[in-house]
C-alpha cells in the first residue's frame, strides 16, 4: 500500500511540473466521477498527437493504470489513432486513481488521470427519536444513519412549526446540521415552543441518491426527560427482618410536576437488576420487604413524568446495605470418618464434617457450629465443639454412640442434625471408574446399588504423608456418577473413595485414582550402574516421587550408543525398576539414558557413561586364581632353595660378626704392678679396631693427695700450656669454685668404647655404668666451656679432675690395660 501511494505520489509531482500541463497531449473521459460500488467502469483516453513529445511514429501505445497497477492490455481497445478505450467489468474500491500513459522514445509518457470514487446511495434514517431537557430547555434528536455510504453525504435535520395537530405545517422551515459523522443535532430553544408541535425529520443525500427519515410529530413537554435522582438512605427495619427504607431526593425540586418513580435492586454476588419496582407515593422514601437477612444489596431509583409521557431519567448513583441476620434454617448435611481403627466405637477418634449452608439458609454472614453429645436421658449435653470451621475432631465418650450438630448466629440456631457412628461393614459398590472431565474436574461412575439410599464420595490429593486433606460430597441413591470440582488441580493424582449408604449402616468403601491433566513427568529417574562386564551391564533406577510424575508412568525406555554413534533402545512398562543391556563390546564406552513415558508427554533423564571391562566376572577369577598358583609355586621354589643354600645364604646375608665377651680379651686378668709398654707405630693406626675412648671418673670429696702429683695427671704433650696459654688450678678456691659446678648421681657413665665397623656396618658402642657412684658431674648451669678450654686440665689435684687415670684405675678395667701407649718414654693411658 506504500508502494502504491508512493507511485501516485511521484505522478502527480511529474503532472505539476510537466510543460504545458496535461492538457496539451491529451484527456480522460468518463461518464461520472462517482460510481456504485462494484459497478462497471468504461473511461477513455484521447491524444492530442501534436502535443504530445517524444511519441513513436506511427499509431502510439496506450496504456493504462490504476491505482499503480497495469490493467491487462485485453480491457483496452482503440477506436483510432487518437483514442483509447478501458472496460472495468467491476470497480471494488471505495476511491481510485485512474492512469492514462503513451508509450515514448525513452520512457512512458503521462496523458491524464482522475480520481474515481464508488460507494452507495444513503439509506434513509430510522429510529428518530427527540428529548427534551429541563435544564437547559432544547431539545436534542438522534436517529440511526443505517449503511455507511462511504462517499461524502450531506445530513439535514429539518423542523417545522405547526400550526395545530400533526400534519398542518406550520410557519417556516428551520435546519440544523449536525457535525461531521455524528448522528444526532440539538435544536436550540430559540426555534420551538415547548408547548406547540413541531413536525421533525432527517434528509441525507449524496451524488448517488438522497432519502429522508419518516417525520416525527411530538409535543416538546411530552419528551421530557428529568434529572436522576439523589438516594438519600437505605436503612433495615429492626422490627421486620427482611425489609428496608430507602428515602432519596431531586437533585433540582420542581414541585410544579409531578413525579413517577422505579427502584431497583441486585444482590453483591449477581449482575443481573431485578425488575424495576414502580412506586406511586409522592413522600420520596418507600418501604420494601422480602430481602434476604444478611446479605449485600445494591439499589437504585429514577423517574419520569406522571403522565408517562416523555423519557425515564437515568438511574441514580448505587446506595448499599447489609440486611439484618435471622436464625439460620435447614439442617446440615453432614459425613465422618474414624481416624484411628478399632474394633469398636467406643474411645475411638473420630472427624465430624459437614457442608457450610447456603446463603439463603445461613441468613448471616458467618456462623458458628457446636457438636454436643447426650450421654442419657437424665444427663445434660456436653458440649464437644464450638467452631467456625466446617470439621470437629474428637474421642467419643463412654456410652455415646452418636452426636449431634447445629449451626447459630447472633439471632437463633438452625435444627440439630443427629449422627449415629456405626462400623463401615455394609456391602461395597462395584465398578468404580474415574476419568477426567477437565483440568479442574474429575467424573467418577459406579454401579448403583438396588438398596443404597445415597452415596458419600471422598477424595484427596495423592501424598506420602499419609494425612491430607479430604474433601467430599453426597450423592442421592439412583445415582450413578459424580463430577468432582473441589480442590482438583491438574497434573496431580487423586485418590477417591466411595461409600454406599444404607439404611442404619454404612458399606465398606472403595477407591480408585485419577489424574484431571496428565503431563509430562518433571524429570526421569537416574540410572545407577549395579554391575558391568565386558559383555553386558545391569542398570537400575529409582520411581520418579508421586508429587513429581505429573501422569501414569506407562513405560521407560532405555538409550544406549556405542563410541561410532550407533544407537540402541529397549521398551519396558512402567514398573519396571532394573534392566540388563547386553551384547556390548568389551573394553568400550557407552552412553546410556532413560526415558519416562506418561499419556501426557515424556522426559529423557541425564547420560550416563558406561565403561565395559576387558575380562569378565569369571575370567578375572580365573586369572587370580592362576597368579596365586603362580605366587605360591614361586615362594616354595625359594623357601627351597634357601634351605639346601643355607650356609651360603648366611654368609651372604648375616657375616660373622666378632664378639668381645667371647675374645681373648675378656679372658684378660688385671695387673697392678706391671705397666706393660706397648709400643705404638703410627703406621699401624689402620689396623686398630679401637676408634674412640671416652672416659669419665668421679671420686667422693676428700683433701688432696700431696703424693706423686706427677702419676695422677693424664700425659699430655709438653708445650701444651704454652700453645694455649691455659693456667693450671692451683688453689683450694679455684676447685671449689669447679665442684660448683658438679652433680652427683647414682649411676654415672665411667666408660665408653667404640669400635670400627667390621665391612661397612655400623659399629657398635660398649657402655659400662656404676651403680652407686659418688662420682661428680656438670650440672645442668654449667658453662660450656671454649673451644681451646679443658677444665680438668686447671687443677693441680688429680683427684679432682674428670679425666684422671691412675695406676688404681687400671686395675679396676683389665680391657684398659692394652690401651697403653708408650711413647717418649712416657706412658699415656686411655
Known amino acids: 500500500m506504500q508502494r502504491d501511494w508512493g507511485i501516485l505520489l511521484g505522478e502527480m509531482l511529474l503532472l505539476l511540473f510537466l510543460p504545458g500541463g496535461t492538457q496539451s497531449c491529451g484527456v480522460i473521459a468518463v461518464e461520472s466521477p462517482v460510481i456504485l460500488l462494484g459497478a462497471p467502469l468504461s473511461a477513455s483516453c484521447t491524444l492530442r498527437r501534436e502535443s504530445c513529445r517524444g511519441l513513436e511514429k506511427g499509431v502510439p501505445q496506450v496504456v493504462w493504470k490504476l491505482d499503480g497497477d497495469f490493467i491487462p492490455a485485453t480491457q483496452v481497445s482503440s477506436d483510432h489513432e487518437s483514442t483509447s478505450t478501458v472496460n472495468l467489468r467491476s470497480f471494488n474500491k471505495s476511491t481510485g486513481f485512474l492512469s492514462c500513459y503513451a508509450k ?16 452507495y446511495p444513503p439509506s434513509p434514517p430510522s429510529k428518530l427519536s427527540c428529548v427534551m431537557n429541563l435544564t437547559d430547555d432544547s431539545v436534542t434528536c438522534s436517529w440511526d444513519p443505517g449503511r455507511d455510504p462511504l462517499i461524502t453525504t450531506n445530513v439535514t435535520l429539518s423542523i417545522h412549526r405547526l400550526k395545530g395537530q400533526c400534519g398542518n405545517l406550520g410557519e417556516k422551515k428551520l435546519d440544523c446540521i449536525p457535525i461531521r459523522g455524528q448522528s444526532s443535532c440539538i435544536i436550540p ?30 409535543l416538546p413537554m411530552d419528551a421530557v426527560k428529568l434529572d436522576p435522582l439523589t438516594i438519600q438512605e437505605v436503612a433495615s427495619v429492626p422490627s421486620r427482618p427482611g425489609c428496608v427504607n430507602v428515602r432519596w431526593k431531586e437533585v433540582k425540586k420542581r414541585t410544579w410536576l409531578d413525579q413517577r418513580y422505579q427502584l431497583r435492586y441486585r444482590r453483591e454476588e449477581e449482575k443481573q437488576w431485578t425488575e424495576p419496582l414502580d412506586m406511586v407515593n409522592g413522600s420520596m422514601m418507600t418501604e420494601h420487604c422480602s430481602l434476604l437477612p444478611a446479605t449485600k444489596y445494591h439499589f437504585q431509583i429514577r423517574c419520569i413524568k406522571s403522565s408517562l409521557r416523555g423519557h425515564w431519567s437515568e438511574w441514580s448513583t448505587e446506595r448499599s446495605l447489609v440486611t439484618l441476620e435471622s436464625a439460620p434454617t435447614g439442617k446440615l448435611v453432614t459425613w465422618w470418618r474414624r481416624l484411628h481403627a478399632t474394633d469398636t466405637v467406643r474411645m475411638a477418634e473420630f472427624q465430624l464434617l459437614w457442608k457450610a449452608l447456603k446463603r439463603e439458609d445461613a441468613n448471616a454472614e458467618s456462623l458458628w457450629y457446636v457438636v454436643s453429645a447426650s450421654p442419657g436421658a437424665h444427663n445434660d449435653d456436653i458440649m464437644i465443639c464450638n467452631t467456625t470451621s466446617l470439621w470437629c475432631s474428637f474421642t467419643m465418650p463412654d456410652g455415646v454412640r452418636g452426636v449431634s450438630v447445629r449451626a447459630y448466629n447472633t439471632a437463633g440456631h438452625s435444627p440439630e442434625t443427629d449422627v449415629i457412628f456405626s462400623n463401615r461393614n455394609g456391602h461395597p459398590a462395584s465398578g468404580i471408574q474415574a476419568s477426567p472431565h477437565g483440568d479442574h474436574s474429575l467424573r467418577i461412575d459406579w454401579e448403583p446399588q438396588a438398596s443404597a439410599s445415597g452415596y458419600v464420595l471422598e477424595w ?4 506420602q504423608h499419609p494425612d491430607c486433606e479430604i474433601s467430599w460430597k453426597t450423592e442421592p441413591g439412583n445415582s450413578s456418577g ?4 473441589d480442590n482438583i488441580e491438574p497434573l496431580q493424582l487423586y485418590t477417591v473413595w466411595l461409600y454406599p449408604l444404607y439404611e442404619g449402616s454404612v458399606g465398606s468403601p472403595v477407591q480408585t485414582e485419577a489424574y484431571s491433566k496428565q503431563g509430562a513427568p518433571a524429570f526421569s529417574p537416574k540410572l545407577t550402574l549395579r554391575s558391568v562386564s565386558k559383555s553386558q551391564a545391569e542398570l537400575a533406577w529409582e520411581p520418579v516421587p508421586l508429587e513429581r510424575r505429573h501422569g501414569f508412568i506407562t513405560s521407560y525406555t532405555v538409550f544406549w550408543a556405542d563410541e561410532t554413534g550407533k544407537e540402541h533402545y529397549a521398551a519396558l512398562n512402567g514398573s519396571s525398576r532394573k534392566f540388563v543391556i547386553r551384547n556390548l563390546h568389551p573394553f568400550s564406552t557407552y552412553k ?17 557413561m558406561l565403561h565395559t571391562t576387558l575380562l569378565d566376572e569369571v575370567e578375572i577369577h580365573m586369572l587370580l586364581i592362576a597368579l596365586c598358583l603362580a605366587c605360591a609355586l614361586a615362594i616354595i621354589a625359594v623357601f627351597t632353595l634357601c634351605l639346601r643354600k643355607h650356609a651360603r645364604m648366611k654368609r651372604h646375608f648375616w657375616p660373622s660378626v666378632p664378639d668381645p665377651a667371647n675374645s681373648s680379651l675378656g679372658r684378660w686378668s688385671p695387673t697392678l704392678q706391671e705397666n706393660p709398654k706397648m709400643a ?16 669419665l671418673e668421679g671420686w667422693t670429696e676428700k683433701k688432696l693427695p700431696l703424693a706423686d702429683p706427677p702419676k695422677r695427671f693424664p700425659i699430655i704433650q709438653k708445650g701444651y700450656f704454652q700453645e694455649h696459654s691455659v693456667q693450671p688450678l692451683s688453689t683450694t678456691h679455684d676447685i671449689a669454685s669447679l665442684r660448683s659446678y658438679i652433680n652427683v648421681a647414682d649411676t654415672v657413665q ?7 665397623g667390621y665391612r661397612g656396618q655400623s659399629p657398635p658402642s660398649s657402655l659400662y655404668l656404676r651403680s652407686d657412684s659418688t662420682q661428680p658431674l656438670l650440672c645442668d648451669m654449667t658453662p660450656s666451656p671454649k673451644r681451646y678450654e ?41
Not at 680 to 695: A, E, G, L, P
Not at 798 to 817: H, I, Y
Open 104 to 119: 515514448g522514445i525513452k520512457e512512458m509518457q503521462l496523458v491524464d488521470r482522475v480520481q474515481i470514487s464508488a460507494g
Open 680 to 695: 705404638f707405630n703410627i703406621k699401624d693406626v689402620s689396623q686398630m679396631i679401637t676408634s674412640d675412648v671416652t672416659i
Open 790 to 830: 679443658n677444665m680438668w686440665f686447671h687443677e693441680t689435684n688429680q683427684d679432682d679432675s674428670v679425666f684422671l687415670v691412675g695406676e688404681e684405675t687400671l686395675s679396676e678395667f683389665p680391657l684398659l690395660q692394652g690401651l697403653k701407649i708408650q711413647e717418649e718414654g712416657e706412658s699415656l693411658s686411655f
Open 189 to 218: 430553544r430559540e426555534q420551538f415552543n415547548p408547548y406547540q408541535n413541531i413536525e421533525i425529520w432527517v434528509t441525507v443525500q449524496n451524488a448517488l441518491g438522497s432519502a429522508a427519515s419518516i417525520p416525527l410529530c411530538l
Open 460 to 463: 484427596c490429593k495423592y501424598s
Open 482 to 485: 459424580s463430577i468432582l470440582q
Open 592 to 608: 546410556v539414558l532413560l526415558g519416562s513415558f506418561t499419556a501426557g508427554g515424556s522426559v529423557n533423564g541425564t547420560v550416563l
Open 750 to 756: 665411667y666408660a665408653k668404647v667404640i669400635t670400627g
